[in-house]
């Protein structure tokens, strides 16, 4: 079996390469991880938003509906039309913030979030109570 004989020169070359390649593994996990953060920040701020805007047209659309209602129940007509004003809401507050919520979770996403955030504030409030009537009970 013949030996191989290498140069200083070339283990230097190779020590260079070797170190340039770990380097570049390095950067590249690195910049994977700033990018996932910079992902889940702004997913953490669509669902910000997302609040928000539900909370708003409870405010400006159901609170009203849920009050003047005989049995303080929405349509589904009125319920349909409540989700629509919430995303259109979280959309153009996101355009304000150079986001596209579509891009970032998806239309389908973005009304199931919905949905949970207002099941979320049901349970909060008690199964059926309205959040206006909860404050004013003072519940």
Do not use: C
């Not at 349509?75 to 150079?98: L, P, V, Y």
Request: proline share 1%.
């Amino acid at each position: 079996m013949e030996s191989i004989s290498i140069s200083p020169e070339m283990m230097d070359h190779i020590l260079k390469l070797s170190v340039e390649f770990a380097l570049a593994i390095w950067m590249f996990v690195k910049s994977t991880d700033y990018f996932k953060n910079i992902k889940s920040e702004r997913i953490q701020r669509v669902l910000e938003i997302l609040e928000g805007a539900v909370e708003d047209v409870y405010w400006s659309y159901v609170r009203d509906i849920k009050i003047k209602s005989a049995d303080g129940k929405l349509t589904s007509a009125e319920i349909e039309t409540a989700k629509n004003r919430a995303f259109d809401q979280a959309q153009e507050i996101a355009a304000g913030e150079k986001m596209d919520i579509i891009k970032l979770i998806g239309k389908e996403i973005i009304f199931s979030k919905i949905a949970g955030i207002v099941g979320n504030k049901k349970r909060k409030n008690g199964s059926g109570t309205s959040i206006a009537r909860g404050i004013i009970r003072n519940e």
